[in-house]
């Protein structure tokens, strides 16, 4: 019996102290984000093979009976706390979260059997174009296995894929113009169910994101806070003014309160809680304005220093605006919200 | 100690043989156009409906204490019942379907003078003290802030003077909530001239004792939820000291940090007027539930209220896995504040002229105690600019700001 509970598991977040921490220094091994942003691909390769073969991350939310390690939306909030304060610039989100949720909600047993595996070892990398329109697509020109929709149905494209990467916003995550041989293309679920598919799937990745969008903006925080400690003015810190360290503060409260709302929106989605289409949203909005916001403070903290090309602060400024208009806006999340409550 | 399941059997039966369940339909449901519309900010009840009150409050505790819900998580020595917080979260939900007086009215007394004297309090005041407030016996209000110390508490004036083997007690307090129900008074004095911070005493203070004083303070949305105290010459006991002379700043701490909890807990509104149905239904009968706007702004409102409750959610079951929460608590009352004065501006935006002048239509000049309440919660427990202060350097690790 697979009964709806009321209330979500927030208990299980302290077990993943190790799990954070072997991400973490993953991470923190990897070629600077800097080196890699510059290349056309954007990203390591052989730092996403390792990735695969020695913490199987690109595993994660794959289910077991697809090789996957059929992890929760819980295990996954940490994992994604933590590309998001190293502004991972590889296909994670795109392949192992976005790719995974719609091959998953479109019920499509076979399109599962035969392409999560792929996914689920690194060895494919999928994107997902879910607008039916042609607006860019994430990583579409690394991209091995495509999901696109015409509006009414799902389709999985793997072969005959032209992309061009293209001038982006984030430059820690590159999008693409892709253009591909419909004959090529494979229905995956029922033909109609796109919008349904594409509707949890969308719920499901923007709690993802936003466990990314926390992470990043706790990332913002700290360079603040050290910075501000360290840096002095006036012949003091510039940290003890109370116009520094409020504004620290109220970032703090952001930091804090975006990573709750990601981390209750995956318990509830691991716990199937009534509340997760709404938590989902409210994570979604919370985490998109708080990282923005968060971001966009940190460059006035750091001063002049921080409005240089040099300097990680506008990575993670570009990161949260680009982050915004990437599956909904957050007026777009707040409308949902509206609805979905039944106003 | 019992499964959690059993344990809620017995509760639910126990519950059940002396009061009347709520329908399920009703249980915090609210209706439009039913009963009373008034909008609960501070608690300012008429003084007929409180006196009336408060004697069925007492008798729910004392019931609770006497079937041994009284205090769940406490320990057994004080009458406790000894079992885990999660136990006592359990009983509180399944409370909900019962019509019962509810504890809101002991905020102070339970939620931050109970867990100050375990505590802080020598072992016969634990046992005099701590089963007589959760018991209802007592009920206990906070003597801190007064006119010349506000947002800097630590130059607190009142004074309490060695007489006997007692003390003597001479000053002002403001801003208590609730002094005119209680019958002890968490007091902090000047016990010497100096140092500052190690010059305080706590104490708890016989609010029926000869001199003492209590006038309703009158707060700009016109009612009063709060009093002036004042102490001329009250004889304490020797036994009333709490902690150690000098200790006092220490003690108002921790019952701050309470405070601080225990109004962060209101920010996602069990108490009525945050509800999402509520809301709702003024922006239906306003009439501008197809206004995008009014819906965004809605969905905007909703996701500030919500994720302050997540937030609680995730801090609390930190706590109960044994990692309490620090200063950060503080960032609660700051959500607090800052959802009253969203909630404002939302009402009076979906009310327009409704909000500023009463047509007497149910359920909506109601709502300007939201609009004038609202500032007033930037100011209480701890104005949030000197709770900024607070937790950038205790929880940042900041210079003293300055």
């Not at chain 1, 923007?206 to 925080?221: F, K, M, S, T, Y």
């Not at chain 2, 016989?206 to 004083?213: C, E």
């Not at chain 2, 909506?364 to 949030?384: C, E, H, N, Q």
Request: glycine letters at 10%; proline letters at 5%.
């Amino acid at each position: 019996m697979s009964a709806v509970s009321t209330r979500p598991n927030l208990s299980a977040a302290a077990e993943h102290d190790e799990l954070r921490r072997t991400v973490r220094q993953f991470l923190a091994d990897m070629p600077p984000v800097r080196s890699v942003m510059e290349a056309t691909e954007g990203f390591d390769r052989a730092a996403w093979r390792r990735m695969a073969e020695q913490v199987g991350l690109q595993a994660l939310l794959v289910p077991e009976r697809y090789e996957g390690l059929g992890q929760g939306a819980t295990e996954a909030n940490v994992v994604f706390e933590e590309m998001g304060r190293a502004l991972y610039s590889g296909p994670y989100f795109a392949s192992a979260a976005l790719a995974v949720y719609v091959l998953l909600c479109s019920g499509d047993e076979a399109a599962c059997r035969d392409l999560l595996p792929g996914i689920a070892a690194g060895t494919t990398i999928a994107t997902a174009a879910l607008d039916g329109s042609s607006a860019p697509i994430l990583h579409g020109h690394v991209a091995d296995l495509l999901l696109v929709t015409d509006g009414s149905s799902l389709f999985a494209v793997d072969a005959g894929i032209q992309a061009q990467p293209i001038d982006s916003l984030d430059l820690t995550r590159k999008l693409a113009t892709v253009k591909f041989e419909r004959g090529s293309a494979r229905p995956v679920g029922k033909e109609g169910g796109a919008p349904k598919t594409i509707a949890a799937a969308t719920d499901r990745a923007l709690v993802c994101l936003a466990a990314e969008e926390a992470g990043g903006a706790a990332r913002c925080l700290e360079m603040s806070v050290a910075y501000a400690k360290q840096r002095e003015q006036f012949g003091r810190p510039i940290g003890s003014f109370q116009a520094i360290a409020h504004r620290c503060v109220e970032m703090l409260q952001r930091v804090e309160f975006a990573r709750a709302a990601a981390r209750y929106a995956a318990s509830c989605l691991d716990e199937e809680t009534g509340e997760f289409p709404i938590a989902a949203r409210v994570a979604a909005a919370y985490c998109g304005q708080a990282y923005r916001w968060v971001a966009g403070e940190s460059i006035q903290v750091h001063g002049g220093i921080g409005f240089t090309w040099e300097h990680d602060a506008h990575l993670h400024y570009r990161r949260a605006w680009a982050d915004e208009a990437l599956l909904g806006t957050t007026d777009q999340h707040y409308l949902a919200i509206a609805d979905r409550l039944g106003l | 100690m019992p499964e959690l399941p059993e344990f809620l059997a017995a509760a639910e039966a126990w519950l059940e043989a002396g009061y009347s369940r709520v329908a399920t339909e009703q249980r915090g449901r609210f209706r439009w156009g039913e009963g009373s519309d008034e909008v609960h900010v501070f608690q300012e009840p008429d003084p007929v409906e409180e006196a009336d009150a408060v004697p069925r409050i007492r008798a729910w505790r004392a019931a609770l204490w006497d079937g041994g819900y009284g205090w769940i998580s406490g320990p057994k020595e004080y009458g406790g019942a000894g079992l885990s917080r999660s136990y006592e979260a359990a009983f509180n939900r399944l409370t909900r379907k019962f019509d019962v007086p509810g504890d809101a009215a002991l905020t102070v007394s339970l939620g931050m003078i109970a867990p100050t004297i375990l505590r802080h309090a020598d072992e016969g005041q634990k046992r005099r003290y701590l089963p007589a407030l959760y018991r209802g016996d007592l009920i206990a209000c906070q003597l801190f802030s007064e006119p010349g110390a506000g947002s800097d508490l630590a130059s607190i004036e009142s004074k309490a003077t060695p007489e006997g083997d007692g003390w003597l007690i001479t000053g002002q307090k403001v801003w208590t909530s609730g002094a005119h129900l209680a019958d002890i008074g968490e007091i902090i004095c000047q016990t010497s001239p100096g140092p500052r911070h190690h010059n305080l005493t706590a104490f708890l203070v016989d609010m029926h004792a000869p001199g003492v004083m209590v006038r309703p303070l009158r707060q700009m949305t016109g009612g009063a939820a709060f009093n002036e105290v004042f102490l001329d010459g009250v004889r304490v006991p020797g036994d009333a000291r709490l902690d150690a002379v000098g200790e006092g700043w220490r003690v108002a701490l921790t019952t701050l940090s309470h405070e601080r909890s225990a109004m962060g807990h209101s920010s996602f509104g069990g108490a009525g007027i945050l509800s999402t149905e509520r809301l709702m239904e003024l922006v239906r009968h306003a009439g501008n539930a197809h206004d995008s706007v009014v819906r965004r702004d809605f969905g905007e409102l909703i996701t500030q209220l919500r994720v302050a409750r997540y937030a609680q959610e995730v801090m609390a079951e930190r706590a109960r896995a044994g990692q309490p929460p620090g200063p950060e608590i503080a960032l609660n009352k700051l959500a607090l504040s800052a959802n009253m004065a969203a909630l404002a501006g939302f009402v009076a935006g979906v009310l327009g002229p409704k909000v500023i002048a009463d047509t007497g239509e149910w359920g909506t000049y109601a709502w300007t105690s939201v609009v004038l309440g609202a500032p007033g919660y930037r100011l209480g427990g701890g104005s949030d600019e000197v709770l900024k202060n607070m937790i950038a350097e205790r929880v940042l690790g900041l210079p003293r700001p300055s």
